[in-house]
T-cell receptor, first 113, second 111 residues
Framework: GAGVSQTPSNKVTEKGKYVELRCDPI?????LYWYRQSLGQGPEFLIY????????DSGLPNDRFFAVRPEGSVSTLKIQRTERGDSAVYLC???????????FGQGTRLTVV | QKEVEQNSGPLSVPEGAIASLNCTYS??????FFWYRQYSGKSPELIMS??SNGDKEDGRFTAQLNKASQYVSLLIRDSQPSDSATYLC???????????WGAGTKLIIKP
């Protein structure tokens, strides 16, 4: 597609539920990043994919968070047993390769009630 | 010391003037540098990238990189009210491909 697409744009879920957030990167981009952003803060790194593999998952806060990119294109961020503290905007970005210009999707605003 | 530091602002600049945004970084950040603009409620939008020392100009925007002093700046000439946003600085690393982000500077252009 022309840009990075994230779905859904908004997600409200109850505490304890499971959620999946989807990211469709720019065609041909091998690098894909997931970030989380809270109000007034810069993006907080979660995980970086190079192709199908997670090259760096050091930003995932705990084992409730997991992400996959099985075919090296679309990625899904999965959050189990959601907590109110998980509420944030989840941003996905892709770049042609690592350390180059990254382009962001519109984000998914997750609210855990 | 944070790895990428920015003054949170707000930085208030009159319309038509030059806005100067600055970012300093630590030794861990040494590769590419990027400036992003983020409007409230929107995702970051890439404005400029700079990879080597010196100036890089693109329209009203100029990025300046000084690796010896470990800072990168963004100048916005002829500032417009539509430039009012938060500007995020990010840098790449030698060791991996993760970008390190500053918390952003809020810029307000006053008509």
């Amino acid at each position: 597609g022309a840009g990075v697409s994230q779905t859904p744009s908004n997600k409200v879920t109850e505490k304890g539920k499971y959620v999946e957030l989807r990211c469709d990167p720019i065609s041909g981009h091998t690098a894909l990043y997931w970030y989380r952003q809270s109000l007034g803060q810069g993006p907080e790194f979660l995980i970086y994919f190079q192709g199908t593999g997670a090259a760096d998952d050091s930003g995932l806060p705990n084992d409730r968070f997991f992400a996959v990119r099985p075919e090296g294109s679309v990625s899904t961020l999965k959050i189990q047993r959601t907590e109110r503290g998980d509420s944030a905007v989840y941003l996905c970005a892709s770049s042609l390769r690592g350390n180059t210009e990254a382009f962001f999707g519109q984000g998914t605003r997750l609210t855990v009630v | 010391q944070k790895e990428v530091e920015q003054n949170s602002g707000p930085l208030s600049v009159p319309e038509g003037a030059i806005a100067s945004l600055n970012c300093t970084y630590s030794d861990r950040v040494s590769q590419s540098f990027f400036w992003y603009r983020q409007y409230s409620g929107k995702s970051p939008e890439l404005i400029m990238s700079i990879y080597s020392n010196g100036d890089k100009e693109d329209g009203r925007f100029t990025a300046q990189l000084n690796k010896a002093s470990q800072y990168v700046s963004l100048l916005i000439r002829d500032s417009q009210p539509s430039d009012s946003a938060t500007y995020l600085c990010a840098g790449g690393q030698d060791s991996n491909y993760q970008l390190i982000w500053g918390a952003g500077t809020k810029l307000i252009i006053k008509p």
